[in-house]
């Protein structure tokens, strides 16, 4: 049964571009948009009404022995493109934004985005920007332009004394 099994996801692979390992433990409505790309790993876990989008990858990372792909709690959104990969869990009505490279768990109704994910946003509240705030940078640039025209200031005029 396990070389018919295997035999089977091959097949299915080939057909749908969609790879699920027949070890993996996948829960009741499972919904996968554009299914191209998927990678399920052999023991990957996945609850009841997951979305995944295409191109998701929930993988291991080669370093450990046992449970080694991830495991997707009820309810979670997983974008575009992200790679969720080791034994870790992403916990229930999560979203992992398009791209995300999870690495560490995600927490009960967290958005994480990034590579590496970062937590975002936190049972709805913001908890840190994704954009660049543009103001404190320049204002970081100029005092740091400041600290080295002092730095210029102090080595020439110890030249000049010697």
């Not at 295997?6 to 299915?12: F, G, I, M, R, Y």
């Not at 993996?24 to 409505?29: D, L, S, Y």
Request: overall charge positive.
């Amino acid at each position: 049964m396990v070389v018919f099994s295997k035999w089977l996801s091959q097949v299915a692979r080939f057909l749908t571009n969609v790879e699920i390992h027949p070890g993996a433990t996948i829960g009741r409505r499972l919904f996968i948009d554009h299914g191209a790309g998927i990678v399920i790993g052999e023991t990957a876990e996945i609850g009841d009404d997951v979305v995944l989008f295409h191109g998701v990858t929930l993988g291991g990372t080669g370093k450990h022995k046992g449970k080694r792909h991830p495991t997707v709690k009820n309810g979670a959104l997983i974008s575009a493109g992200a790679k969720i990969l080791g034994p870790i869990t992403i916990c229930e009505n999560a979203k992992v934004g398009a791209g995300a490279v999870v690495i560490k768990d995600v927490p009960l109704g967290a958005t994480v985005v990034g590579v590496p994910a970062k937590v975002v946003r936190l049972n709805g509240r913001v908890t840190q920007h994704t954009e660049p705030q543009v103001a404190e940078l320049k204002r970081r640039l100029t005092e740091i332009e400041v600290e080295l025209e002092k730095l210029k200031n102090n080595t020439q005029k110890g030249e000049e004394e010697q």
